[in-house]
């Protein structure tokens, strides 16, 4: 049976108090003192008087998180005394879980049902499936199950069609009911405009959403088909959920939207066909607030879009294209965007593990004189193909923005990206240097009072040696690389930065070089072994070749320095 060791699930659940942080607290720390879980974000609404929290973890724990704090908002919050701008049906309006790594949406969708039926049961709280958990297509969607929100539930919840999945089908005056499912990622997301109209809002939300409106006849009624159903005409986005509001502490109108599927319609498609649809109707959008966490994709997606409508190089770095996304999309027009605390993938980010590359260059340089053999000539090779990277990309850039060189912009800002995606590797491969030594040593370690033991430890030196090769000839294939950029860059680039490109060849010779050395000297007891044969066959060819290009790169250089 699967345990899902390595299994992460992310919840997140929607509760109805955005005000009252002493009970927003109590919730919170339900999830907080759950083991196994790690509360990423909590993100009140005065106006909408809405929580959305998120947390990860394993699935088992994430389930046990879930429940715990749903049972605090059941008895912390009336319903009968709850309002706000936002839609809502329940005390804990709705707890969607997102697989994250190591789990299927199947596996998903069966710790969705074990949370629905512990809530329904153990709770007395009705509960309906909904997304991949609905039992039927009409549940699916949140919004049809939510029509009518808390005050329609007294008479919807006794209605056949709409039993609810768990509990009884008896209303809950104080908690309501409550949505759970399993789902993709999806984004929270508010785009600001400068009217106070709810109205108007509303027909920019009803222009963008998928759903569309309801279809009129020149006398403003609704039209319906064969069977006295309303006819929808629809919008222009797939994936997109969206209503207007008014939100008073802010002082102006919102299109509220949910962005199911990023991949479908892409945040900046979003926020453009929106911009698009309120200038058309005499409105401007000023910016926009995330809800919760982001995926950084979207965020790097949308910074490169904004480049590449400008004609800007998008080889830049991933804080500047993160930047970039930020002012463009106006995310710090309400608020400051942190997004250490915004983008999830920076939120699961373990900051306890120490890495070189995270040194000042001081610093960096004192670990390497230290009297310890890591970090060594491995780690150095590997930065020096960085350096060799950094600087065939920084000629791209200062020639893809070259005075009278416009039309060129595209060309050189493939070359940029590409010596962005060669640093990335190179950086990585700085600690994993020093990492593969460590584990060399490790093994080492390992017991050897009997024949297993000893067998065992002779395995385990012999594949983390391998690897141990690995990581400098792949130094030795992306310094490789990184001469590429330095020739086109010397021979097509900015003559004014030639010397830059011939230094940037020079770093990725001693990568090469470096790296050459690391690979010969790890291997000098495994060249009977057929991979390790194969691998410095590889090693001594591109060495060759790198003796070769660098001259041509420097005969470049000087010719055009002349």
């Not at 910074?303 to 463009?328: M, P, W």
């Given at each position: 049976?699967n ?19 002493g ?16 509360l ?75 949370l ?14 909904y997304e991949?958990a ?10 049809d ?8 539930l ?22 309501g009911a ?25 027909a920019?939300a ?62 900046h498609v979003?926020?453009?066909t929106a ?54 999309l ?45 970090p ?5 090779a ?9 600087l ?25 990206e ?16 020093t990492?593969?030594?460590?584990v ?5 370690g ?46 097509k ?41 194969q ?15 660098e ?5 470049i ?6």
């Amino acid at each position: 049976m699967n345990d899902f060791k390595n299994a992460i699930v992310e919840c997140v659940p929607n509760f109805s108090e955005g005000r009252n942080m002493g009970i927003i607290k109590q919730i919170t720390d339900e999830i907080e003192q759950t083991e196994g879980v790690r509360l990423l974000d909590v993100d009140p609404g005065k106006a909408t008087n809405r929580t959305v929290v998120t947390f990860v973890g394993h699935p088992a724990a994430v389930i046990e998180a879930a429940f715990r704090a749903i049972k605090k908002a059941g008895e912390l919050i009336d319903m009968r005394h709850q309002a706000g701008e936002h839609p809502r049906m329940g005390a804990t309006d709705v707890c969607p879980l997102v697989p994250v790594s190591g789990i299927s949406m199947e596996d998903t969708v069966a710790f969705a049902k074990i949370l629905a039926g512990r809530v329904g049961e153990e709770l007395g709280i009705p509960v309906y499936l909904y997304e991949y958990a609905a039992v039927a297509d009409y549940r699916r969607n949140l919004a049809d199950i939510r029509n009518g929100e808390y005050e329609g539930l007294a008479a919807k919840i006794i209605k056949p069609e709409w039993k609810p999945d768990y509990g009884a089908a008896r209303f809950n005056e104080r908690s309501g009911a409550t949505v759970i499912g399993a789902r993709d990622f999806l984004i929270a997301y508010n785009i600001n405009l400068n009217t106070t109209s709810t109205r108007r809002a509303n027909a920019v939300a009803f222009d963008i959403r998928e759903k569309g409106r309801q279809k009129k006849d020149e006398k403003g009624k609704i039209i319906k088909d064969a069977e006295g159903q309303p006819v929808w005409v629809p919008g222009l986005l797939k994936s997109v959920k969206a209503i207007g509001w008014y939100i008073e502490e802010y002082g102006v109108a919102q299109i509220s939207v949910n962005l199911v599927n990023m991949n479908v319609t892409p945040l900046h498609v979003l926020f453009d066909t929106a911009c698009e649809r309120a200038t058309a109707r005499g409105m401007r959008v000023t910016g926009s607030e995330l809800v919760g966490l982001v995926p950084l994709q979207a965020i790097l997606e949308a910074g490169r879009y904004f480049l590449r409508k400008q004609q800007r190089s998008l080889g830049v770095g991933e804080a500047e294209l993160v930047r970039i996304a930020v002012k463009s999309l106006g995310l710090d027009e309400l608020a400051p965007f942190d997004a250490q605390k915004k983008i999830i993938e920076y939120r699961l980010q373990d900051t306890s593990a120490k890495k070189l590359v995270d040194l000042t260059l001081a610093r960096f340089a004192q670990e390497t004189a230290a009297e310890t053999p890591a970090p060594g000539g491995g780690s150095i090779a590997a930065y020096c193909g960085v350096l060799g990277a950094a600087l065939g990309t920084m000629v791209a850039n200062l020639s893809a923005q070259k005075k009278g060189w416009d039309s060129r912009w595209e060309e050189f800002s493939n070359y940029a990206e590409q010596g962005q995606e060669l640093m990335t590797e190179l950086l990585h491969l700085v600690d994993e240097d020093t990492n593969a030594y460590n584990v060399i040593m490790a093994s080492y370690g390992l017991p050897k009072g009997n024949e297993a033991e000893i067998a065992a430890r002779k395995a385990a030196i012999e594949s983390a040696t391998i690897y141990a090769i690995k990581i400098p000839f792949r130094t030795m294939e992306l310094a490789f690389q990184a001469f590429s950029i330095a020739r086109d860059m010397a021979e097509k680039g900015n003559p004014n930065c030639a010397s830059d490109a011939g230094v940037g060849a020079l770093c990725a010779r001693t990568a090469v070089k470096g790296a050459y050395l690391n690979v010969k000297t790890n291997s000098k007891d495994l060249k009977d072994n057929a991979e390790v044969g194969q691998i410095l066959e590889k090693a001594e060819k591109i060495n060759a070749d790198s003796d070769l290009l660098e001259q041509e790169i420097w005969n470049i250089v000087l010719g055009k320095m002349k």
